[in-house]
């Protein structure tokens, strides 16, 4: 089975702090995704990376950055959080020959 | 237009009952889809995906392409209160990206 996780399932931060939530997958996954999930507006990509030191910017890019160093590893960085930046943040990943795309359980990132 | 489209319900069915969930999609050349299932406050998970037209099983789940209509279904029969959630369609976009695209959800409520 795959397995993506993610660093924390609860994240309480103050604005303007630097944050990073990482996140793993154990398939040798090409491939990984960060999006931010708000009611109302469903599910938005972040970033995705279809391979090691290789990102792109997705729907909404601003105010974060990514890093993927290992191909197993990617992580989400907020620069200087702010209020606006609290959500539910998942990790997603998939191998390329499947298409299928696994998320991660998720971190509920709030910003006071 | 939006890329890929649900009635986001509630759609409520008596248990027992079949539930059909249905979504369009705009991407003539999208050649993958997939539904996911999303409890309250948990990540997406992956429960079907198709790539050709025509019907897909998977136990109690269903999925039907019809890539002529741009449709795409997913039938749950024998609906259970286990089954309440928000089931999200996913299509990938064409392009050299293959991003996948989610629609907004439909929330299924299950009567007991």
């Known amino acids: 089975d795959v397995k993506v996780t993610q660093s924390s399932r609860y994240l309480v931060k103050r604005t303007g702090e630097k944050v990073f939530l990482e996140c793993v997958q154990d398939m040798d996954h090409e491939n990984m995704f960060w999006y931010r999930q708000d009611p109302g507006l469903g599910l938005r990509l972040i970033y995705f990376s279809y391979d090691v030191k290789m990102k792109e910017k997705g729907d909404i890019p601003e105010g974060y950055s990514v890093s993927r160093e290992k191909k197993e590893r990617f992580s989400l960085i907020l620069e200087s959080a702010s209020t606006n930046q609290t959500s539910m943040y998942l990790c997603?990943?998939?191998?390329?020959?499947?298409?299928?795309?696994?998320f991660g359980p998720g971190t509920r990132l709030t910003v006071l | 237009q939006k890329e890929v489209e649900q009635n986001s319900g509630p759609l409520s069915v008596p248990e027992g009952a079949i539930a059909s969930l249905n979504c369009t999609y705009s991407?003539?050349?999208?050649?993958?889809f997939f539904w996911y299932r999303q409890y309250s406050g948990k990540s997406p998970e992956l429960i079907m995906s198709?790539?050709?037209?025509g019907d897909k099983e998977d136990g109690r789940f269903t999925a039907q392409l019809n890539k002529a209509s741009q449709y795409v279904s997913l039938l749950i029969r024998d609906s259970q209160p286990s089954d309440s959630a928000t089931y999200l369609c996913?299509?990938?976009?064409?392009?050299?990206?293959?991003?996948?695209?989610f629609g907004t959800g439909t929330l299924l409520a299950v009567q007991p």
């Open positions: 997603a990943s998939r191998g390329t020959p499947s298409r299928e795309q696994f």
């Open positions: 991407d003539r050349v999208s050649q993958s």
């Open positions: 198709i790539y050709s037209n």
């Open positions: 996913a299509v990938i976009a064409g392009g050299a990206t293959n991003k996948l695209i």
